[in-house]
Structure formats: C-alpha cells, structure tokens
C-alpha cells in the first residue's frame, strides 16, 4: 500500500530550474531485490521537466 498517490505533491528539487515542489504523476510499486519501494515519477511544475525519484519503505 502506498503512501503517495499521483497528483499529490512533493517536497523536491528540480534538476534543471531549482523550483522546491514537484507533483506526482504516477506512482510505480517496485520489489528492489530484497527491499520494496516506491518509484514516483513527478514532474515539476514551472519547467515541465519529468524525473523520478525512489523512496525506500520503512518495515
Ligand atoms: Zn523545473
């Protein structure tokens, strides 16, 4: 079960205009050999730029 859901928003840094929050586009459940996490691709607001960005879930 995730934490994220697409459309909410991030606190995250845009590689190419710096702006501070991104919003969650899709939201990829992944099994990362023996740890599971989250792939959020997001995609900032003021550029357009697309990045993803991998959180880890706490047990
Ligand atoms: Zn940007």
């Known amino acids: 079960m995730s ?3 697409v459309g909410e928003w ?3 840094r845009c590689r ?3 702006h501070n929050e ?3 586009i899709k939201v990829d459940e992944k ?3 023996e ?3 989250t792939l959020l691709w ?3 607001p003021e550029c357009g730029l697309n ?3 991998l959180t880890p879930v706490e047990a």
């Open 3 to 5: 934490q994220y859901q």
């Open 10 to 12: 991030i606190q995250k």
């Open 16 to 18: 190419k205009c710096f």
């Open 22 to 24: 991104s919003q969650i």
């Open 31 to 33: 099994d990362l050999n």
């Open 35 to 37: 740890k599971t996490g």
């Open 42 to 44: 997001c995609q900032c």
């Open 51 to 53: 990045d993803h960005e």
